[in-house]
């Protein structure tokens, strides 16, 4: 398996404008995790799904954020309108319910400007 | 709520000499996993060490392994033998049943020629 799949692996993009990141888990991996990661603040769980079904969405910083798993091998988090505080590095990790090591992306480096 | 500590924001060690990062976390539960994760520069984040919290036994991964002080929640990590591969951002993290991963605010730790 080639691992989890982040793309792009870079964006960069103008205040207000929609940015869109993507996920491919592992084959076989049931949790999905999205993470961002910044200085101030570290690693983040932004939200995690089960089953494609989002779990726990309360670390999304607010309603400009949204995330979806239509199946099983691929998940998408949205930003809209995207705004400069929100450049971070987001991570997705994925693992399966019956062990406790996620496997994480490369990371997409966002940087609104 | 748990949370993860990691008091030394950074630190450095000359190659082939022994270094230890310490961790402490907070929790109520008796039942939980610990994990020592290692970000080089690449921005991958690699699994390094797993301790599970019923296991007296403290883990070992070749050159790496921990101290797990289950009264005093603390969870340090040992590099023996430290190689320049080693330099990297090193996150602790707690996890409880099947559910989100906390990590610490990392120590970024440079190994010297």
């Known amino acids: 398996d080639a691992g989890v799949i982040q793309s792009p692996r870079h964006e960069v993009t103008e205040m207000g404008q929609e940015v869109t990141l993507r996920c491919k888990p592992i084959s076989g991996h049931d949790y999905l995790f999205w993470y961002r990661q910044t200085m101030m603040r570290g690693l983040e769980l932004l939200i995690y799904f089960n089953n494609n079904v989002p779990i726990d969405d309360s670390g999304m910083p607010e309603d400009r954020f949204s995330a979806k798993m239509p199946n099983a091998s691929f998940s998408t988090l949205k930003i809209q309108p995207s705004e400069p505080r929100d450049s971070a590095v987001y991570f997705c990790a994925s693992r399966t319910g019956g062990h406790t090591e996620a496997f994480f992306g490369q990371g997409t480096r966002l940087t609104v400007v | 709520a748990q949370t993860v500590t990691q008091s030394q924001p950074e630190m450095s060690v000359q190659e082939a000499e022994t270094v230890t990062l310490s961790c402490t976390y907070d929790t109520s539960e008796s039942n939980y996993y610990l994990f020592w994760y290692k970000q080089p520069p690449s921005r991958q984040m690699i699994l390094v060490i797993r301790?599970?919290?019923?296991?007296?036994q403290n883990a070992t991964e070749n050159r790496f392994s921990v101290n797990f002080q289950k009264a005093a929640k603390s969870f340090s990590l040992k590099i023996s033998d430290s190689q320049l591969g080693d330099t990297a951002m090193y996150f602790c993290?707690?996890?409880?049943?099947?559910?989100?991963?906390?990590f610490g605010t990392g120590t970024r730790l440079k190994v010297l020629a």
């Open positions: 993290a707690f996890m409880q049943g099947t559910y989100k991963y906390i």
């Open positions: 301790q599970e919290a019923y296991k007296q």
